[in-house]
């Protein structure tokens, strides 16, 4: 489908410490709504189950309010706990456990607890479990996604060799079902419990595998529920990590502090405060929080070079560029990655640092929002196994499937880009098709370096301050409808002014061509202007003469059908292909120019636009 143009916002206004207006958004499991329609009347919030993922996206909830310059002063999010803060603040405890080591760690002694207060019933429990000894095939782990009191719950219990569902109702136990289930020790396994109605189903899957049902029931009618909780037996050693409960009315927050210059100085969340640091050149060089560190280098002016870390699941690297400012070379723990690029900025394949091919891919169009179309493993792309890339409207990979069209990888983002939830093979790049680097917990795109988790770029724009005030704001607070595929502020596009005796057009071409620009990731070189009404190079009584027109050079790398696609969806109504130039407008009213044969044919109106095109992602 293709998709209308929503002009540009107004830039935004420098950020007011001591204020900040009631702007909110909600995203509802991928989808935007206005704040307060996130009831039932919301006809995309959908309440039944279809394995777990209809009933996922009616709870995935995101809310976030935003202050005069469109910096994100809070984020409400489904309640998780990846326990990197080294304890257990926010849950209510009984026995010993242990988070030092950045998760949940039974010790054995006693019979610990560790729960959460939930009054939603029809819930979805997600966690990762290790057991750590399997000699006993006693050792046992429960957890309950309904629990009232100890007469009155239901739990999954998992042992060794099988994983069973229980239900207590007035002190009676039931077996509800019980399934044979193999879990190796020292092996993480992710879990997932959908409760709906009588209706509980239990997957669990290794990493880099794929979700199985492994037990289900339908007769789980007790549907009351206080509180949600772990146990583990005495003597039993059991680790839990990245514990998400998705119900009505369980949430984080988050809050975000910035300066009058729109850098961010700090942010609370359930692990705690983290403080950023800035350098004079607007680029964020630091981030700390306890005991965890990050430092950021940088060269070429926005380019991120260096990353020291100690952040979990971070780690130290460096980066090389071209003279083209296409990152070459990625270096981590002394393993190099050399990428190498079309004649645009797409990857299309990956080296090893002896020059061996590791990753070829395939392409579906050379433009900067190229969807990817598979990505092939091995060193000869005629003998290696190829994955298939399915995407949404942003070019964002949602699942991978073999040559047999079995899904090996499925995907879920959070509004701002972040992976919400992950099944199977890990895709190479994330949101919008921006290469991911989890090193630095960053998406690479052309120019700077973009950060989900605070839903904003790391440095400033390059255009900066002609971008307005905030250049770090992502797609001015519209994440899920808008994409930045060079880094240039979103629907600012990238424009190269050659106008010789013309003057910049109105504000209306000016924005219009600043989202061909974004829509096919490449700059545009602008020729023609706006030109007086005698002596113009564009004759008299033209469309040039009032401002309302631009003449620009053929893109090099896009083909003429993108170029008056991504021109019609950006507003204009009009184009001429004249040889050495492209003209556009909104349509003539002084006079019809022509092509350089004298005839007059509206490229806009006969250019082959796919559907699908890529040229143009959700605007």
Same mark, same amino acid.
């Not at 583990?232 to 949430?251: H, K, P």
């Not at 170029?563 to 001429?576: E, H, I, K, V, Y």
């Given at each position: 489908?293709?998709h209308?143009?929503?002009?540009?916002?107004?830039?935004a206004?420098p950020a007011?410490?001591s204020?900040?207006?009631?702007?909110?958004k909600?995203?509802?499991?991928?989808?935007?709504?206005?704040?307060?329609?996130?009831g039932d009347?919301?006809?995309? *919030?959908?309440?039944?189950?279809?394995?777990?993922?209809i009933?996922?996206?009616?709870?995935?909830?995101?809310?976030?309010?935003?202050?005069?310059g469109?910096?994100?002063?809070t984020k409400?999010?489904?309640?998780?706990d990846d326990?990197?803060?080294g304890?257990?603040?926010g849950?209510? #405890?009984s026995g010993? /456990?242990s988070a030092?080591?950045?998760?949940l @760690?039974?010790t054995?002694?006693?019979?610990?607890?560790?729960?959460? %207060?939930?009054t939603? $019933?029809?819930?979805?429990?997600?966690?990762?479990? *290790?057991?750590?000894n399997?000699? =006993?095939?006693?050792?046992?782990?429960?957890?309950? !996604? *309904?629990?009232t009191?100890?007469?009155?719950?239901?739990?999954?219990r998992?042992?060794?060799?099988s994983?069973?569902?229980?239900?207590? #109702?007035?002190?009676t136990?039931?077996q509800l079902?019980?399934?044979s289930?193999?879990s190796?020790?020292?092996t993480?396994?992710?879990?997932r419990i959908v409760?709906?109605?009588n209706?509980?189903?239990?997957y669990?899957?290794?990493?880099g595998?794929?979700?199985?049902?492994?037990?289900?029931?339908?007769?789980?009618?007790?549907?009351?529920?206080?509180?949600?909780?772990?146990?583990?037996q005495?003597?039993?050693?059991?680790?839990?990590?990245?514990?998400?409960?998705?119900?009505?009315?369980?949430s984080?927050t988050?809050t975000?502090?910035?300066n009058?210059a729109?850098?961010?100085?700090?942010?609370?969340?359930? =692990?705690?405060?983290?403080?950023?640091?800035?350098?004079?050149?607007?680029?964020?060089?630091s981030?700390?929080?306890g005991?965890?560190s990050? $430092?950021?280098?940088?060269?070429?002016g926005?380019?991120?070079? %260096?990353?020291?870390? +100690?952040?979990?699941?971070?780690?130290?690297?460096t980066y090389?560029?071209?003279s083209?400012?296409?990152?070459?070379?990625?270096?981590?723990?002394?393993?190099t990655?050399?990428?190498?690029?079309? %004649?645009?900025? +797409?990857?299309?394949?990956? @080296?090893?640092?002896?020059?061996g091919?590791?990753?070829?891919?395939?392409?579906r169009?050379?433009?900067l929002?190229?969807?990817?179309?598979?990505?092939?493993?091995?060193s000869?792309?005629?003998?290696?196994?190829?994955?298939y890339?399915?995407h949404?409207?942003?070019?964002?990979?949602?699942?991978?499937?073999?040559?047999?069209k079995?899904s090996?990888g499925?995907?879920?983002?959070?509004p701002y880009?972040?992976m919400?939830?992950?099944?199977?093979?890990?895709?190479?790049?994330?949101l919008?098709r921006?290469? /991911?680097?989890?090193?630095?917990?960053?998406?690479?795109t052309?120019?700077r +370096?973009?950060?989900?988790?605070?839903g904003?770029?790391?440095s *400033?724009?390059?255009?900066?301050?002609?971008?307005?005030?905030?250049?770090?704001?992502?797609?001015?607070?519209?994440?899920?409808?808008?994409t930045?595929?060079?880094?240039?502020?979103e629907?600012?596009?990238c424009?190269?002014?050659?106008?010789?005796n013309d003057?910049?057009?109105?504000? =209306?071409?000016?924005?219009?061509?600043?989202?061909i620009?974004?829509?096919?990731?490449?700059c545009l070189t602008?020729?023609?202007?706006?030109s007086?009404?005698?002596g113009?190079?564009?004759?008299?009584?033209?469309?040039h003469n009032?401002?309302n027109?631009?003449?620009?050079?053929?893109?090099v790398?896009?083909t003429g059908?993108?170029?008056?696609c991504?021109?019609?969806?950006?507003?204009?109504?009009?184009g001429?292909d @004249?040889?050495d130039?492209?003209?556009?407008d909104?349509?003539p009213?002084?006079?019809?120019?022509?092509?350089?044969?004298?005839?007059?044919? =509206?490229?806009?109106q006969?250019a +082959?636009?796919? !559907?699908?095109?890529?040229?143009?992602?959700?605007?």
């Amino acid at each position: 489908m293709r998709h209308a143009f929503a002009p540009p916002h107004a830039l935004a206004a420098p950020a007011v410490e001591s204020s900040f207006s009631s702007n909110s958004k909600t995203f509802l499991g991928g989808f935007y709504v206005p704040r307060g329609v996130v009831g039932d009347q919301n006809p995309h *919030r959908k309440t039944t189950l279809q394995k777990g993922l209809i009933r996922s996206l009616s709870l995935n909830i995101h809310d976030y309010t935003y202050d005069d310059g469109d910096n994100v002063l809070t984020k409400v999010e489904p309640f998780f706990d990846d326990f990197n803060d080294g304890n257990t603040t926010g849950w209510t #405890v009984s026995g010993t /456990w242990s988070a030092s080591n950045n998760m949940l @760690e039974s010790t054995g002694t006693g019979a610990p607890f560790l729960s959460k %207060s939930n009054t939603d $019933a029809d819930n979805e429990v997600s966690l990762r479990y *290790r057991i750590n000894n399997t000699s =006993n095939s006693q050792t046992r782990a429960y957890i309950y !996604p *309904r629990f009232t009191d100890w007469n009155n719950h239901i739990w999954v219990r998992i042992f060794p060799g099988s994983i069973d569902i229980y239900k207590i #109702v007035g002190g009676t136990p039931t077996q509800l079902a019980s399934a044979s289930t193999t879990s190796t020790q020292d092996t993480w396994y992710n879990l997932r419990i959908v409760s709906d109605g009588n209706n509980v189903d239990v997957y669990r899957w290794a990493d880099g595998a794929m979700p199985t049902n492994v037990v289900s029931t339908t007769g789980a009618n007790y549907t009351s529920t206080s509180e949600f909780k772990i146990n583990v037996q005495t003597g039993f050693l059991y680790d839990f990590d990245d514990i998400r409960v998705l119900a009505d009315g369980l949430s984080n927050t988050t809050t975000f502090a910035v300066n009058n210059a729109n850098e961010l100085t700090s942010m609370t969340d359930f =692990n705690g405060t983290t403080s950023f640091g800035y350098d004079d050149w607007g680029r964020m060089t630091s981030k700390s929080r306890g005991s965890h560190s990050a $430092a950021y280098g940088y060269r070429y002016g926005q380019m991120l070079h %260096s990353v020291t870390s +100690n952040w979990p699941g971070e780690d130290n690297a460096t980066y090389q560029f071209g003279s083209d400012e296409k990152r070459r070379a990625r270096t981590v723990g002394g393993n190099t990655t050399i990428y190498n690029w079309d %004649s645009a900025w +797409n990857i299309i394949s990956e @080296e090893n640092a002896t020059g061996g091919l590791t990753s070829p891919y395939i392409l579906r169009r050379n433009t900067l929002s190229s969807h990817l179309l598979a990505n092939i493993s091995g060193s000869n792309p005629t003998s290696g196994v190829a994955a298939y890339s399915f995407h949404d409207t942003l070019s964002s990979p949602r699942s991978t499937r073999d040559a047999s069209k079995n899904s090996i990888g499925e995907y879920e983002y959070d509004p701002y880009g972040s992976m919400f939830s992950q099944s199977g093979t890990t895709p190479d790049f994330g949101l919008a098709r921006y290469s /991911w680097d989890g090193t630095s917990a960053m998406y690479y795109t052309a120019f700077r +370096n973009y950060i989900p988790t605070l839903g904003r770029w790391a440095s *400033r724009d390059q255009l900066f301050p002609l971008t307005g005030p905030n250049s770090y704001v992502y797609v001015n607070g519209s994440p899920i409808n808008h994409t930045d595929v060079l880094g240039l502020f979103e629907n600012y596009g990238c424009l190269d002014w050659q106008l010789g005796n013309d003057t910049q057009p109105n504000q =209306n071409v000016i924005a219009s061509l600043r989202c061909i620009s974004s829509h096919i990731g490449m700059c545009l070189t602008v020729s023609g202007g706006t030109s007086p009404e005698t002596g113009s190079q564009h004759g008299e009584n033209s469309e040039h003469n009032t401002g309302n027109a631009a003449d620009v050079h053929p893109p090099v790398g896009a083909t003429g059908d993108t170029f008056w696609c991504a021109a019609s969806d950006c507003g204009f109504t009009f184009g001429l292909d @004249e040889d050495d130039h492209y003209h556009v407008d909104f349509g003539p009213d002084r006079g019809k120019p022509t092509n350089p044969d004298g005839t007059v044919t =509206n490229q806009i109106q006969t250019a +082959n636009c796919d !559907p699908d095109c890529p040229a143009y992602p959700a605007n």
